[in-house]
């Protein structure tokens, strides 16, 4: 027999555990809640409330050209996280954009994704140019045969023979029978023709930003200095994605080529092959001031 103080301390009790477990249940069900429909941060909202304008464009993309990826995306709890996530699935269907969106490394800004569309150019420009002692050796070597992009450039013509003195001893007496100036693109599109020999014509036009290609042709400074084509357009995206894939083939190819020229053992025999091949062809005009003799 209990007496009624210890009724009324169970009853008591019992309420109170009653309540603590409809307590419990209750946060139970909103974490389950909040789980499955994954409501956005106070920080995403926060910038969402920031750049309203810009948010509502990144989302008009993302349903553009990743519609069955919109939930996934904008999931993400900040705007870099989110435009990471787009890089890396657009990629998949498209073309590359520039890593830093991918690496999630760009400002947490929509405005860095949306100006333009912000692929990763290939150009060979006036300062890859300049550092062609920092490349590999078949890209020297392949470089050296031609005139310098912009003839008139003393500095360019300096550099250019002073790559001959960079050279392996095995190299050197060949790059000497190169005339000093090097031969001319146009010389290069006449001589080099073939499966062998077109991925050095190439070359010629890809130092000329020649190629034809866009991706090929433009280099960081003309890109960043408002050489980009146009804005985010779904013709313009899809001509890209082709250009891309052009490029791609058209550079390993050339790569190809520089890697036949440095060969550890047969390098300098494909190089003086290489010299030979276009000494034997040269014309009067392949060359600025004429033809030197081999």
Known sequence: MYDLDTLHLMNDRAYEEYHRKKAITTLEVLREKLHNTRPPSISLLLNVFQNAETYNEFVVLVREYLPEREREILAKTSPHEQMACFASHFEERYLPLHPSFKEG???????????????????????????LNDHRLGIQLMSFLFEPPFAEDSDQQGERVALADGFPPAYRAEAQRVPTGGITLTAAERILKGKKWLPLQHWAAYINMSTGNWFL??????????????GWDKDVVEEMKKLWFQAQAYYDKMMNFALWLEGEKEGPAHFKQTVDFILANLQAGDVRGGVKDG
């Open 105 to 131: 490394e760009c400002e947490d800004d929509y405005r860095e994704i949306l100006r333009n569309i912000p692929v990763t150019v290939m150009g060979f420009g006036w300062e890859d140019y300049h550092e």
């Open 217 to 230: 042709d433009m280099d960081n400074e003309m890109f960043y200095s408002g050489g980009e084509m146009n």
